[in-house]
């Protein structure tokens, strides 16, 4: 028994915002920013639009993509670090707002490697007995972004992508996951209050700490290192070589990030899954959205061997390889 992706979906908030827009708000430029990131707008959610909207949109494109009725789902599983509550999980609105009268649910918090670590996680328990299993990776990065920090405010969108992983014979499905952590490296990327070793307070919104925060360069070489040395672990785990991908579906952060892994591994662009440039970096959300739109664009096929690659705060990095 395998667990395979039957179905996938994507939702991105209405509004847009342009890196014109941004220079409106901090001393930046449109040229500036997207020879650095390879950015040209991001989505933004709508004043009271919260996490679970976002996912319950793509949950239920997910789900009518699968032919898959919310009842008939065992469990929910939301990867987030912008769930709409510190409590309860979002995955358990998205669970209410669904109809999903039989399903677990609950969140799952790996940054931008959410999606990967959840999918992980719904791949064991299909391989133990469940049968649907709906993975949703959301984010409202709007949320937690210092619009006044010229440095992160050009990164970051809001935006949702789901799957649903069923129970399924043969060959073809979840071939590996592969988690890795660093904790020692957790401060090149975090919020550093709003939690329980420094509670909101005046202090913290007087000094903006309730906002991310990264150390952009030294975070630049630890992503390329690590997403290189997994896709190379995936595919020695698999015994494949590059040559052998047809599909690459990386997280959405830098361009300068993925041209540097696509070079170290000698693999082509034109097999590389990219739409940064339209939403910019949606964390959880970003491979999720991608992989979504690759299925409807038809660049992944029946058969397809794709490899889902991710890295973020925590420090945290993951792959997947799936044969479609």
């Known amino acids: 028994m395998r667990a395979r992706i039957t179905g996938t979906g994507s939702y991105a908030p209405a509004r847009i915002m342009t890196n014109a827009d941004l220079e409106g708000l901090v001393a930046t430029s449109d040229e500036w920013i997207r020879e650095r990131t390879g950015i040209r707008e991001r989505h933004i ?8 909207d976002l996912a319950v949109q793509a949950g239920k494109r997910a789900l009518a993509a699968a032919g898959v009725a919310p009842a008939d789902l065992d469990m929910i599983l939301v990867a987030t ?40 996680v719904a791949d064991a328990y299909v391989r133990t007995g469940m049968k649907h299993v709906l993975v949703i990776g959301s984010e409202v990065m709007s949320a937690i ?56 307070s005046e202090k913290v919104v007087g000094e903006r700490l309730q906002y991310i925060k990264m150390k952009g360069n030294e975070t630049f070489k630890v992503a390329v290192r690590s997403l290189e040395e997994i896709a190379r672990e995936t595919l020695a785990a698999n015994q494949l070589t590059i040559d052998a991908l047809d599909l690459y579906v990386p997280h959405q952060a830098n ?33 999720p959205i991608a992989l979504d739109e690759a299925v409807r664009a ?19 990095w993951a792959s997947a390889l799936i044969r479609w």
């Open 45 to 52: 959610a709508a004043t009271g639009e919260a996490c679970s």
């Open 81 to 120: 670090c912008t769930g709409d509550y510190p409590l309860p999980a979002t995955a358990c609105l998205v669970q209410y707002q669904l109809g999903a009268t039989k399903a677990a649910a609950c969140d799952l918090a790996a940054a931008c490697c959410g999606f990967v670590y959840a999918l992980s």
């Open 145 to 200: 972004t210092d619009w006044t920090d010229r440095n992160t405010c050009v990164l970051f969108g809001d935006g949702a992508g789901a799957a649903v992983i069923s129970a399924s014979d043969g060959e073809r499905g979840i071939l590996s996951t592969h988690l890795r952590s660093d904790g020692a490296l957790c401060d090149l990327i975090a919020v550093p209050a709003g939690g329980s070793r420094q509670p909101a």
């Open 255 to 287: 361009m300068r990030i993925l041209n540097a892994v696509s070079d170290r591994l000698g693999l082509p662009k034109e097999k590389i899954m990219l739409n940064l440039d339209r939403y910019g970096n949606t964390s959880a959300a970003s491979i």
């Open 298 to 316: 038809g660049r992944v096929k029946d058969g397809s061997l794709v490899m889902l690659g991710a890295f973020g705060a925590g420090l945290t």
